[in-house]
């Protein structure tokens, strides 16, 4: 999918990746300090990551679809892809409706939530990995002139 030319999914995916280690910053934060702003920023930074990480994959299944006719080669490594960065926004999807139903009295996270969290973006970040092979080796979205 394309927007003026430019691949949609490519777009969406930076926001979740910045997101959820921001996200846990802030969580830390909160746990750390007791203050109440670092808890309720990472509630928004994990909602927006959530909305738009779910955009992200939405753009990306119909990028997979382009991919298994043009390259299939790349097949396997855009499903991993796919799997590992679906498992992720569905746990972080878990952990945001957790934090939604005490809204808009956030409370902090326990250390149990952290270190999973701490898991949770190392995973996202080895689904990255294999999302950046697709754009270096196999050279989806990029257009050669």
């Given at each position: 999918?394309?927007?003026?030319?430019?691949?949609?999914?490519?777009?969406?995916?930076?926001?979740?990746?910045?997101?959820?280690?921001?996200?846990?910053?802030?969580?830390?934060?909160?746990?750390?300090?007791?203050?109440?702003?670092?808890?309720?920023?990472?509630?928004?930074?994990?909602?927006?990551?959530?909305?738009?990480?779910?955009?992200?994959?939405?753009?990306?299944?119909?990028?997979?679809?382009?991919?298994?006719?043009?390259?299939?080669?790349?097949?396997?490594?855009?499903?991993?892809?796919?799997?590992?960065?679906?498992?992720?926004?569905?746990?972080?999807?878990?952990?945001?409706?957790?934090q939604y139903k005490?809204?808009?009295?956030?409370?902090?996270?326990?250390?149990?939530?952290?270190?999973?969290?701490?898991?949770?973006?190392?995973?996202?970040?080895?689904?990255?990995?294999?999302?950046?092979?697709l754009i270096l080796?196999y050279k989806i979205?990029?257009?050669?002139?």
């Amino acid at each position: 999918m394309k927007f003026f030319g430019h691949p949609i999914h490519i777009m969406l995916v930076h926001f979740p990746i910045a997101l959820f280690p921001f996200e846990f910053v802030c969580s830390f934060l909160g746990f750390y300090t007791g203050n109440r702003t670092f808890t309720d920023t990472s509630f928004y930074a994990i909602v927006g990551g959530v909305i738009l990480g779910w955009a992200a994959i939405g753009c990306g299944i119909f990028d997979l679809l382009q991919v298994l006719k043009d390259n299939p080669k790349a097949v396997k490594t855009a499903v991993i892809h796919g799997s590992v960065n679906t498992c992720v926004l569905m746990v972080y999807t878990v952990l945001a409706y957790s934090q939604y139903k005490n809204y808009p009295a956030l409370k902090p996270n326990d250390l149990t939530i952290l270190i999973l969290k701490a898991g949770i973006i190392g995973l996202m970040f080895v689904g990255n990995y294999f999302g950046g092979s697709l754009i270096l080796k196999y050279k989806i979205a990029v257009e050669n002139d």
